[in-house]
């Protein structure tokens, strides 16, 4: 079983995992008499959520692989927020997107600027940036949103969005005009055990998705390619591997820190603009990135700064920030425990097996408290639900974080002609 | 034990029209710190007639300010009416994000003006403090009843010192009503915006309930708040608010109704979508402003009704009461009876049902109905 | 034909410092012209200034013939110049391959790298040149003299017909050494141009075909092999005689320092990479361990001082077992270290000389009393160190990385000693500093060994190690294998026991 | 040596004096852009601080910020970054209020009982999350922002609502938060103390006491830092761990110290509104955690340098009220100009770090050369 896992290309191993995930969820939710887990909204709305954390550790990808500490990333996810929402006004949806990518490589070129130019401290030039984003959204604010109808210093008027998409066969979409059979949906009505569950998941993920949810989505394999098979990407990593050895190869690593830091705030400056689309609010309102910044760098650094890696943090962030919000009645969140307690039960297994002690224990403990509170339970506080995104990622990085390998230079100085 | 606070609340008088003039500081002037001499002449002038006068008010909003096409927006629309109609002028001013220096800006307020406002319960503390230092200055808060229950017996924080309170449980009591009324699938939501702050947007909650249950006894109402205290994330989230609308229309909900602040433009939007997309209309129901009127123009024909919280007039009123000379300190209440809150019919929906609200209305203020302020 | 190079009257300035002064160099087509010149001569910079990194203030750069203003790298690979630097310059995360096509990437469409190409390349110039390396592997897999094939794969993989190659003998053993050589004589068959430097003399006889000396940023002259014999050239670099370790009348007593018992640490995946060593250590004498980098010298030296734990065997020091003693209690029973790495293990940079000499004896006197620092008892013991150990500063209070890689080397040494250790752990305690900086660094050991000192003394410089040690063992993967007497035992002898080769050959 | 002196005080005051400059400047030409007056704003800006009143009011928000900035900056000096200080301090603020209200001390042991509960939740806390990092190699930047939505969202929200039943709750006038403090567990204020130089302090402003506190925590900050072998460890350990390793500092024992101290400072960060107010309200004052992160940068994590920085974001805090009244500007620009600050002065302090390290390369090789020849 192990050795044919093994022999699984990684996209397909990830598939089979992910399957397992599904059929817990599915068997679970029957025990909290909730159809919550594995709803397609559920999906739907975990990739909605996922979008801008995604984006912004995106962001912190290229920004970091080029040896750039981006803890500015929140600061330029508000430029986004504030220029997505302004592009999209005043010449639509897709304009908004651009508009606000534009926004936040504006914050990258300026981190780029500090930290590369002049070598200042990446953390300090980040925080300087998060610091003046939001005041520098907000003059714009009162300068241009107040002139608008409906606008205001804090808040825009409502944006247009970009198009959805259903694909075709698979969901049911158009093909040049032919209402194509909606498959995944025949089956997800069906009412079958784990199989409906399973194919209404993944219908959630290909039925109105967005364009620019799908953007956002390409771009993970993009990323990947650009990084892992192209020069630029090679040229990108060894700014955050060992740049002088660059140097010494004539690459311009000032040049491709630049590149990478702007990217870096561009993606950020997208992930913005998404939430100040329709998808998420609709508006531009202050505040409203809620810290996804810095949440994206968590993703980062749980995703291993590979852009697969990001995408699952994103996922695992955004899962139950979606299912969290639409658990309307607790009992999905309640159901919830139960996964996390299986989880953890996976994870003993997984200790036992490395013979890693105190992994086993801590991994004993901790489902054994969930268990507990699952069986001793029939609801769960709100708070709980809040929180319960950050409490995963801290969980799973205190199991796998010594597993992680950042970029070697990330964050140290570099100074061309030192070497 | 929140009954009789209720009470104070719903009438205008008790505690506050009893206690007796005792412990106002003189005006034992100290030295320096008072800028100008206010004369009291200023305060009291006897024309009551919309003439130019020459007093000045000092509005300080709450975080975020002007602009939020409800709640501020609405203390907006007050003053704006005051400038017009009473001739006062005015400056505006809100605080930090952090919340932190909302006492400074009372304070730099009561130096300029005659009177000075604060838009929202969270400057309560504050005024009541630099309402104590400044007696010549009159203060006023929305949404507090300034009465100092640390106190015995309760009495209001200053001769100088009113509280416009609101009774937002009777008006969501009545668009309460307007949603089981109008609603089709006998399923009916309501968001609020961050719960356990004082009980505050409970009570949106309560009256909403309330008022639904009373038409229909079988309705089934949702309700969920997007954050708790002390995290105030959920007045500026409409992203969240969005999600947990659509669920809510998802489950079978048509109407959902908003105590949320900005957080409201994501239920819009919800609403917008979601009837797009399955074809059959799902209403909203705004909150504080008619926000047929200040939200945007796309969302309008899913704005059912909104629950008025005529801020704007008590503002105004309150400005009018002190040119006129007989402002109340402590609480005045603004509740059904004196149109203080209400619903709007802007866009025409409700008016098929009209009828049946200005019975419900009537009921109420007559006290055939009694509004409960906790869900 | 024209000179391959050119330089004339190159000038580089760097604050506080003429690295080059006005200097003048020719170097012929097809030859192997060798540069001398001790620490800080300006090899390096010269080279980095040919090499396009750094641009000179002044002088003009001649390639074959035509003047050329570089302005970086790029300019120079352009040219056809490759270079070897004095420190790897590879990516320990990414492939061999990755780190050869770096800068020269065969392409595809869509800007996409085309791998396969660039293997078949790599494959081919490693044959060509007998260099054998597998594409594939992760840089920081391979061994110290692996790595220096892939520094010089990705000089070739270019296509360079200049190469210049900066201390390249530095971290390899002699057998190692040879294997370079062939390498550099086949490319110079094959028509290539070598800039090589060294200032290992007999090395440079061996290889060269011309010989430039710098000293103090100058040049001092250039030769023929024929006509010098290494002393010259030791004259001319230094300007005297090049000094040479010399232990002495052995002054080695009955009395254990340290003592290290069946000693085992593991490294990754549970393998030993010290394995089962039995060792002791006496008052006054210095006991060498000699060894190909990564045989486990630096994990030893780890645990001896404390910051690796051993996962069985005995740690004594002066009687006492410290096997599972903290550093800072060890260091204050009297253990002393010179690290071999002084930026990263030795120094806080961008601190004050006066605190740096307190690092490591910060709860000892007088730098402190009770949990009080008393600086004037850092700024004391500074300043004695400084005026002892000959540290060159204007005064204590700059910060350590205003010192040239000597002083600092000095001031770390001068640190240890002031403090009067019973055992003393010297690891590579002269690496890359200048002759004097080595040589007051030898009179130091020396003569804190005839009070009684006792020195375990890692080195890669085998001359050092034989010179100075009373007693050499040979490390090999993570064993001790040998033990020999430095009387009678040639760094040849030495280099076939640290490879492995006397062993199979049955030698003593 | 006096020459010197001034050359390196000099050095030392360009480059704040360089960002201010800059950030005055930057914030000129917006202001112009957008219609106001620059010189005006100024004005009214400085002339506003001129009050003793207002001086008062930009105590009392340097204060908070002041160890907000300490505690960020004992991160930063084991180059650790505390984000957590956010919710350290929310956490311990409630925590002290809760416990603070059912004790009854006389009232030097109750405010000390009171400070001391701030301090232990927040030095656990933040000491936490050193432990995730030292044993489980949890990146310290993630597991305090994972911790700060934990507090915030999290257990403040449980425990306002478990804790607020002594208080009274109303929307409409009764206290919103944890049951009062008694009047024994208050820090007085301390306007006497500053009429002793000027004048009484008038519009009942109230200097804080914890002013004082701040300033013994700033005190003792540099103390330790600089004349204890405690912080000789720390600041080595912080600036080259494997130096300081090898050097007998264990960087493990002092990441998890490190992240103590600097949670204990933070759990005073909110003691200023709680020794004023008694009570944890359901809207204590937020984003101190993060301000104090760029007041630490700002001041470079030297004692008096975060006192400089406290004060500058105090007065520019304070200066925004007063803008908005005069109407001089809008007080957007009071938020462009820290950020501005920040980035010139990091800038620089960069820019000047550099020469200041050329000048030291050179003074060293000239003491190389004139000594007697490099061969020994
Ligand atoms: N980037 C730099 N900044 C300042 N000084 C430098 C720099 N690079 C080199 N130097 C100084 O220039 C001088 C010459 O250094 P260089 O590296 O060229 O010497 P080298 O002959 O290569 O010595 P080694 O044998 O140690 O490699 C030294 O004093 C060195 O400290
Ligand atoms: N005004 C300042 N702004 C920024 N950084 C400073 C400032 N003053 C000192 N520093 C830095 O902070 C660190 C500690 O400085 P501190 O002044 O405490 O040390 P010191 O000067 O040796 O002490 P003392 O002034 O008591 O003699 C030093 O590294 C110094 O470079
Ligand atoms: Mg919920
Ligand atoms: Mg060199």
């Known amino acids: 079983m192990r050795a044919a896992l093994d022999r699984l290309p990684s996209w397909a191993r990830w598939m089979v995992y992910a399957a397992v995930g ?201 990323s990947a390619w650009l990084m892992w098979r192209t020069r630029f990407g090679l040229r990108l990593r060894i700014c955050g591997e060992h740049p002088t050895g660059g140097e010494t190869q004539g690459i311009n690593i000032y040049l491709y820190k630049y590149f990478g830091v702007v990217i870096s705030g561009a993606l950020a400056g997208l992930g913005g603009a998404f939430i100040a689309s329709p998808e998420l609010s609709g508006i531009y309102l202050e505040g409203q990135t809620n810290g996804r910044g810095f949440i994206g760098l968590a993703a980062l650094i749980f995703g291993n700064w590979r852009p697969g890696g990001i995408m699952a943090g994103a996922l695992l962030f955004g899962y139950p920030f979606g299912v969290g919000l639409r658990d309307l009645d607790g009992s999905a969140s309640h159901a919830l425990l139960l996964v996390n307690t299986i989880a953890l039960l996976a994870v003993l297994a997984w200790a036992l097996n490395r013979r890693r002690r105190i992994d086993a224990g801590l991994a004993a403990g901790l489902g054994l408290g969930a268990a507990v509170w699952y069986f001793l339970s029939t609801t769960v506080p709100d708070w709980w639900i809040a929180i319960l995104p950050f409490v995963i990622v801290l969980v799973v990085l205190v199991f796998f974080s010594q597993r992680l390998r950042m970029p070697r230079a990330d964050g140290l100085p570099y100074r061309k002609g030192e070497a | 034990g929140d009954d009789e606070e209720t009470e104070t609340v719903a009438e205008p008088e008790p505690a506050a029209a009893e206690p007796e003039p005792d412990p106002e500081p003189e005006p034992e002037t100290t030295e320096a710190p008072e800028p100008e001499p206010e004369p009291e002449t200023t305060e009291a002038p006897e024309a009551p007639e919309p003439e130019m006068t020459d007093i000045s008010v000092g509005l300080v909003f709450d975080i975020g300010g002007r602009g939020d096409q409800s709640f501020n927006d609405s203390a907006a629309a007050g003053i704006e009416r005051a400038a017009a109609e ?73 001769e100088n010192i009113a509280g416009l309170v609101f009774a937002e449980h009777e008006g969501s009591f009545l668009v309460g009503a307007a949603a ?45 708040y997007i954050t708790e205290a002390p995290d105030f994330d959920g007045f500026n989230a409409p992203d969240r608010a969005k999600e947990i609308a659509l669920a809510m229309y998802e489950e079978g909900a048509d109407i959902v109704y908003h105590a949320a602040g900005g957080s409201g433009a994501g239920l819009f939007q919800a609403a917008l979508e979601q009837s797009e997309a399955t074809g059959s209309k799902v209403w909203a129901i705004g909150v504080d ?42 609480p005045t209440a603004y509740d059904l009876s004196v149109d203080g809150v209400g619903y709007s019919t802007s866009g025409g929906f409700v008016d098929d049902i009209a009828g049946e609200l200005e019975a419900l209305k009537a009921q109420i203020v007559s006290g055939d109905i009694a509004v409960p302020t906790e869900p | 034909m024209a000179p391959a190079i050119e ?99 065969p392409m595809r469409s869509l800007g996409r790298i085309d791998f396969q190409a660039g293997r078949e390349h790599l494959d081919e110039v490693g044959r060509a040149y007998g260099l054998d390396i597998n594409a594939d592997d992760l840089v920081e897999t391979l061994e110290v003299g692996e790595r220096q094939r892939v520094e010089i794969i990705k000089v070739l993989y270019r296509g360079a017909k200049i190469l210049i190659l900066d201390e390249p003998t530095a971290v390899l053993v002699p057998q190692e050494v040879d294997e370079l050589f062939r390498n550099i004589r086949e490319l110079k068959a094959s028509g290539a141009t070598i800039l090589f430097i060294d200032h290992k003399l007999d090395e440079v006889l061996e290889i060269a075909d011309t010989i430039t000396v710098l000293r103090q940023g100058r040049t001092v002259g250039t030769v023929k092999p024929g006509e010098v014999t290494a002393h010259d050239l030791a004259e001319m670099m230094i300007g005297s005689e090049l000094p040479v370790p010399d232990a002495g009348a052995s002054t080695v007593t009955e009395e254990v320092a340290l003592e290290l018992s069946g000693l085992r640490v593991a490294g990754e995946g549970d393998r030993a990479v010290v394995d089962d060593v039995t060792l002791s250590v006496h008052r006054g004498e210095i006991v060498g361990i000699a060894g190909v980098e990564g045989n486990g010298q630096a994990e030893l030296v780890n645990a001896i001082i404390g910051i690796q734990d051993p996962d069985q065997g005995v740690i004594t020091l002066l009687g006492r077992d410290i096997t599972h003693v903290s550093v800072r209690h060890r ?83 001068g640190r240890e000693m002031v403090a009067d250790p019973a055992v003393l752990i010297a690891n590579h305690p002269t690496r890359g500093i200048d002759v004097g900086a080595q040589a007051a660094v030898w009179d130091d050991i020396r003569d804190a060994r005839s009070r009684g000192l006792a020195t375990l003394l890692v080195s890669a410089d085998l001359d050092e190690l034989i010179g100075l040690s009373d007693t050499i063992v040979v490390m090999l993967r993570g064993r001790l294998v040998a033990r020999l007497d430095p009387n009678d035992v040639t760094p040849r002898d030495l280099g076939a026991y640290m490879t492995g080769a006397a062993l199979e050959a049955g030698a003593p | 040596m006096t020459e010197r002196l001034t050359h390196r005080l000099m050095l030392a005051s360009a480059a704040p004096i360089a960002a201010v400059v800059i950030a005055v400047v930057l914030s000129s030409i917006v202001l112009l852009i957008s219609g106001s007056n620059p010189l005006a704003a100024y004005a009214d800006m400085v002339q506003h601080a001129s009050k003793l009143e207002t001086q008062v009011d930009i105590l009392n928000r340097a204060t908070p910020l002041y160890l907000s900035g300490v505690a960020a900056a004992i991160g930063f000096r084991m180059n650790l970054f505390n984000i957590g200080v956010e919710g350290q301090y929310l956490l311990a603020f409630i925590v002290a209020a809760h416990l603070g209200a059912q004790v009854e001390l006389p009232s030097v042991l109750h405010i000390a009982f009171i400070l001391v509960v701030a301090m232990a939740v927040g030095g656990m806390f933040s000491g936490a999350a050193g432990v995730l990092k030292v044993t489980r190699g949890v990146n310290e930047v993630i597991s305090t922002i994972m911790l700060n939505a934990v507090v915030i969202s999290g257990l403040a929200a449980w425990w306002i609502v478990e804790w607020q039943a002594g208080g009274e709750i109303s929307a409409t006038g009764g206290r919103v938060g944890t049951e009062p403090i008694a009047e024994s567990g208050l820090l007085p204020d301390i306007n006497s103390w500053l009429e002793v130089f000027t004048r009484e302090v008038g519009l009942g402003k109230k200097l804080t006491g914890m002013l004082v506190v701040a300033l013994v925590v700033g005190v003792v900050y540099h103390v330790i830092l600089n004349r204890t072998v405690f912080g000789f460890d720390l600041r080595s350990s912080g600036a080259n761990p494997t130096a300081s390793h090898v050097g007998g500092v264990s960087p493990k024992r002092m990441v998890v110290i490190a ?114 020849g490099a061969d020994a």
């Open chain 1, 22 to 222: 599904v059929l817990v969820l599915t068997v679970v939710q029957g025990f909290d008499d909730t159809e919550r887990l594995t709803a397609v909204t559920s999906s739907q709305a975990m990739l909605r959520w996922a979008v801008p954390i995604m984006l912004a550790g995106l962001g912190g990808l290229f920004s970091e692989r080029a040896g750039v500490v981006n803890i500015g990333l929140e600061g330029m996810l508000i430029l986004g927020t504030w220029f997505g929402a302004w592009g999209a006004i005043n010449y639509g949806g897709w304009a908004g997107l651009v508009i606000g990518m534009g926004g936040g490589a504006i914050g990258g070129l300026i981190h780029a600027i500090a930290t590369v130019s002049f070598g200042v401290d990446h953390i300090i030039s980040g925080v300087a940036i998060n610091v003046t984003a939001p005041g520098v959204a907000r003059f714009l604010s009162s300068e241009i949103l107040t002139g608008y109808d409906g606008g205001s210093i804090t808040q825009s008027p409502r944006t247009p969005g970009v198009g959805r998409f259903t694909f075709p066969f698979l969901a049911g979409g158009d093909l040049f005009g032919w209402d194509t059979p909606d498959v995944l949906g025949w089956f997800a009505r069906k009412d079958w055990f784990f199989v409906s569950d399973i194919t209404g998941l993944v219908r959630g993920l290909v039925a109105q998705v967005s364009l620019a949810t799908m953007i956002a989505f390409a771009l993970v394999p993009f």
């Open chain 2, 86 to 158: 009473l001739g006062i002028t005015f400056t505006e001013a809100s605080p930090e994000p952090d919340g932190s220096n909302r006492g400074e800006l009372l304070q730099l307020a009561a130096d300029a003006h005659d009177i000075v406002i604060g838009v929202g319960f969270l400057f309560e503390g504050d005024a009541a403090a630099v309402g104590a230092e400044n007696p010549d200055t009159r203060f006023g808060v929305v949404d507090s009843a300034m009465l100092n229950f640390g106190a015995d017996p309760v009495a209001p924080y200053g």
């Open chain 2, 180 to 224: 089981a009324l109008k609603s089709q699938t006998g399923k009916i939501g309501f968001i609020g915006g961050v719960a356990n702050v004082g009980g505050l947007i409970e009570r949106f909650e309560a009256g909403f309930n309330a008022g639904a249950r009373t038409v229909n006894p079988d309705i089934e109402i949702i309700g969920d």
């Open chain 2, 289 to 330: 402003s008619d926000q047929y009127h200040t939200a945007d123009a796309g969302v309008r024909d899913y704005i059912l009704t909104s629950m008025l919280k005529r801020v704007d007039v008590s503002i105004f009123e309150m400005i009018k009461s002190v040119i006129d000379g007989t402002m109340q300190p402590g």
């Open chain 3, 7 to 105: 330089l004339t009257g190159i000038t580089k300035r760097f604050p506080g410092v003429v690295a080059n002064d006005d200097i003048h160099l020719e170097v012929a087509e097809g030859e192997i012209h060798a540069i001398c010149g001790e620490n800080g001569a300006g090899k390096s910079t010269l080279m980095k200034i040919l090499y396009g990194m750094q641009p000179p203030d002044s002088g003009t750069i001649r390639i074959q013939g035509d003047e050329v203003e570089l302005h970086s790298p790029a300019q120079a690979i352009e040219l056809g110049i490759g270079m070897v630097h004095q420190h790897f310059m590879l990516a320990d995360q990414l492939t061999v391959l990755e780190n050869v096509i770096l800068g020269a990437e």
């Open chain 3, 331 to 413: 260091r204050e029973m009297g253990l002393g270290y010179v690290p071999q790495d002084r930026h990263r293990d030795g120094l806080l940079l961008g601190f004050t000389l006066w605190e740096n000499a307190a690092l490591g004896h910060q709860t000892e006197k007088p730098y402190s009393r009770g949990p009080w620092l008393s600086r004037l008892g850092m700024r004391g013991r500074a300043n004695r160190i400084k005026e002892d150990f000959d540290v060159r500063t204007p005064n204590i209070e700059v910060s350590a990385h205003a010192l040239s890689g000597g002083n600092q080397q000095k001031l770390i040494v």
């Open chain 4, 259 to 372: 992240m103590t101290l600097s949670g204990m400072v933070a759990g005073l960060v909110g003691m200023t509104e709680l020794m004023d107010t008694g009570y944890y309200p359901s809207n204590p004052i937020s984003l101190l955690g993060f301000t104090g992160i760029a007041v630490a940068l700002l001041g470079r994590n030297h004692p008096a340098g975060v006192a400089v920085a406290a004060l500058i974001f105090g007065f520019l805090d304070v200066s925004s009220g007063i803008l908005q009244i005069s109407g001089a500007a809008s007080r957007e620009i009071v938020e462009i100009m820290k950020g501005v600050i920040i980035l010139t002065a990091v800038i620089a302090y960069e820019v000047v770090r550099r020469i200041r390290e050329r000048e030291e390369a050179a003074a060293a090789a000239a003491a190389m050369a004139a000594s007697p």
